[in-house]
């Protein structure tokens, strides 16, 4: 098989300076069957890849948004 998943796979380990946890195939098998794949850890997460997550920011980290945005971003600093 000459999946280009693979060759991406193997691609990002070298490039990260990482060993892949498992081997390309059954990690694309994983993914296929709907799980996530930490690459780092080796975690699997069942039925993962379509969970949706709401996130909401803190007051504090409200207020770093906002001077990134006023500061940072538009070069008032």
């Known amino acids: 098989m000459n ?3 693979i060759t991406e796979l193997l691609a ?3 490039q990260e300076g990482v060993q892949l946890p498992y081997p390309p195939e059954t990690i694309l098998h994983l993914e296929e069957t709907g799980a996530v794949v930490d690459l780092r850890t080796g975690a699997i997460l069942i039925g993962e890849a379509d969970a949706l ?3 909401a920011l ?3 980290g409200e207020a770093l ?3 990134l945005n006023g500061e940072v971003l538009h ?3």
Do not use: L, Q, S
Request: aromatic share 22%.
């Open 3 to 5: 999946d280009p998943r």
């Open 12 to 14: 990002w380990a070298e």
């Open 53 to 55: 997550y709401t996130w």
């Open 58 to 60: 803190t007051p504090a």
């Open 65 to 67: 948004a906002d001077w």
């Open 75 to 77: 070069g008032d600093a």
